[in-house]
């Protein structure tokens, strides 16, 4: 029997058709925004100070502002963003309405932080860490979007993200997303002490320690196992510590409070690379959110350090 006429061929082909229909009908249903423009958990002015102080805790500008220059409030975006699937490239997310975010709307901003999806519907790569971002109260977000509209507008849009040719393909961080992601979900353990439950808060979802301070899996998850227990450092040739209890066992919690103002270990040494750009945010924090992350870290279980 020739080749063409093996039934088992075309019964094979129709199986994957139907797997693949099937595959896409479950991932288009996937990107359901978890916000509706008009949703009233949205309604409120926002409070532009209070705003500020949400991008400061988040980090936004280490990886948006524009690069060669130093105004951290210029989000054009653009700069290289290292990993281990290539070159991300965080977008313009400036005032500007047609380079950056300027004409969108609260609920557009709401989903792409805790949902992950941006206003057309598609799939935000997790380099976005809106994995921790999920878990931010939607007053934080409230006032970070009225915050964010007091920030200058910068034209021009960022380069394309220089990625291996199947990850170019959004539609599969659906399926990632079913395999890793826990919209809404807070990972951290919460005490009912109000300066410790903030710090798990601050840790966990704003600040998101744990997405650089923990090694990832082959499909660059995080490895439960390994969070806040240090990762090689994708920017470079160094390793990012450990700070569960095993790294941090002979640091008060006073001397994590110094150090996010100051920047220096209790040794001595002055920390660089991605942690001076998360000190120069920390510290213009109000003193009672670094004592609560310094809180929260001091508690942490301890990890043993993954082999690199
Ligand atoms: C670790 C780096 C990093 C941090 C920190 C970060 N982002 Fe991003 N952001 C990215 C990347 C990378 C993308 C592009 C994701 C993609 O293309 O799927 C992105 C995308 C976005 C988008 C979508 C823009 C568009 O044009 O669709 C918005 C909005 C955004 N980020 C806002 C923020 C805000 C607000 C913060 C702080 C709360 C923040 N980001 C912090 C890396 C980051
Ligand atoms: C963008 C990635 C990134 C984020 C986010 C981040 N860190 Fe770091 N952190 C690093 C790197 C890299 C180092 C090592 C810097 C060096 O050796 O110069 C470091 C070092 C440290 C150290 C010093 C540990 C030691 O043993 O010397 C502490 C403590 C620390 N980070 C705490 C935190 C806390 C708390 C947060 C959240 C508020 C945080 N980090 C968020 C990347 C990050």
Request: proline share 8%.
């Amino acid at each position: 029997m020739p080749e063409s006429e093996n039934p088992m061929r075309y019964l094979s082909l129709a199986t994957a058709l139907v797997f693949a229909a099937l595959a896409g009908a479950y991932l288009s249903t996937l990107a359901v925004p978890p916000f509706v423009d008009g949703d009233q958990r949205l309604k409120g002015d926002g409070d532009i100070a209070r705003g500020r102080l949400v991008f400061l805790a988040a980090d936004c500008s280490s990886c948006h502002a524009s690069p060669g220059q130093s105004d951290r409030l210029r989000l054009g975006g653009g700069m290289a963003l290292a990993s281990a699937f290539g070159t991300f490239r965080p977008p313009n997310i400036s005032q500007d309405p047609a380079d950056g975010i300027g004409a969108w709307r609260i609920s557009d901003f709401a989903n792409a932080l805790v949902g992950g999806i941006s206003p057309a519907g598609e799939h935000y790569y997790p380099a976005f860490p809106y994995t921790s971002y999920t878990a931010m109260t939607v007053n934080d977000i409230v006032d970070l979007f009225a915050y964010m509209r007091t920030l200058p507008a910068v034209s021009g849009k960022a380069p394309r993200h220089d990625l291996s040719a199947p990850l170019r393909i959004r539609r599969l961080v659906g399926f990632w997303k079913l395999a890793f992601f826990n919209e809404r979900h807070q990972p951290g353990i919460v005490d009912g002490n109000p300066l410790h439950d903030r710090g798990a808060y601050l840790v966990e979802a704003v600040a998101h320690c744990a997405e650089c301070h923990s090694s990832r899996n082959i499909a660059g998850a995080i490895k439960p196992s390994t969070r806040f227990a240090g990762s090689i450092d994708p920017e470079g040739t160094g390793f990012v510590p450990n700070i569960s209890s095993v790294g941090l066992s002979s640091w008060s919690q006073e001397e994590v409070t110094a150090f996010l103002s100051s920047g220096v270990t209790p040794g001595g040494y002055r920390v660089g690379s991605s942690m001076a750009d998360v000190i120069e945010n920390t510290q213009k924090l109000p003193l009672v959110d670094r004592r609560a992350i310094a809180s929260y870290i001091k508690a942490l279980p301890a990890r043993q350090t993954p082999k690199p």
